[in-house]
């Protein structure tokens, strides 16, 4: 299966909203509300942000929402912030114990 | 406070073999699902092997299916990874991480270990 389809770059002022979007198809990302959005700044691990499409773990600010509509996910941050400059990656579960990651985007803060 | 630690990585000729460990701590490793995720330089995530919580299940990409081979030893709450006829493509910075593939996510993710496979 191929990989998940994020733009490469997205940018925004601090303050500013940004939306970052995720898309699969009906066998992935439109079958399963199992779709993740991960943080990852440069030389560091990536860190969970939202797990199964819109859940926040607990220490992530509430500036980090997810949503799913068809086969596309969203990752909006809120209220920009220049730590949020990073790359950020989107994973579904692809079905037959299969997953599937984005190409991942990076964020810049203007 | 959940660690995981790999070791392991190294040099490698093409063709050549590498077994990677992931020390895992301050969870209940054996309830647990876990994953190796990769990442080439410069590049994205790409989820490469899972293993069930007793070790009786096992799951791969299609791009190491029968090159890899995912174990796990709850008596010693590692998590290994045996890589065989290894190819210049899989060059990456690999990740242990633990979560559930069929919930899509890992929640903890260890600093990953460099594996670099060139003549």
């Known amino acids: 299966q191929s990989a998940l389809t994020q733009p490469p770059s997205a940018s925004g002022s601090p303050g500013q909203s940004v939306t970052i979007s995720c898309t699969g198809t009906?066998?992935?990302?439109?079958?399963?509300?199992?779709v993740s959005w991960y943080q990852q700044h440069p030389g560091n691990a990536p860190k969970l942000l939202i797990s199964?499409?819109?859940k926040r773990p607990s220490g992530v600010p509430d500036r980090f929402s997810g949503s799913k509509s068809g086969n596309t996910a969203s990752l909006t941050v809120s209220g920009l912030q220049a730590e949020d400059e990073a790359d950020y990656y989107c994973?579904?579960?692809?079905?037959?114990?299969?997953?599937?990651f984005g190409g991942g985007t990076k964020l810049t803060v203007l | 406070e959940v660690q995981l630690l790999e070791s392991g990585g190294g040099l490698v000729q093409p063709g050549g073999s590498l077994r990677l460990s992931c020390a895992a701590s301050g969870f209940t490793f054996n309830t647990n699902a876990m994953s190796w995720v990769r990442q080439a330089p410069g590049k994205g995530l790409e989820w490469v092997a899972a293993i069930g919580p007793t070790g009786a299940s096992m799951y791969y990409a299609d791009s190491v299916k029968g090159r890899f081979t995912i174990s796990r030893d709850n008596s010693k709450n590692t998590l290994s990874l045996q890589m065989d006829s290894l190819r210049a493509e899989d060059t990456a910075l690999y990740y242990c991480?633990?979560?559930?593939?069929?919930?899509?996510?890992?929640?903890?993710w260890g600093q990953g270990v460099l594996v670099t496979v060139s003549s």
């Open positions: 991480a633990k979560g559930w593939i069929s919930r899509g996510y890992f929640d903890y």
């Open positions: 009906s066998s992935d990302v439109g079958s399963y509300n199992y």
């Open positions: 994973s579904s579960y692809g079905g037959s114990d299969n997953l599937l």
């Open positions: 199964e499409v819109n």
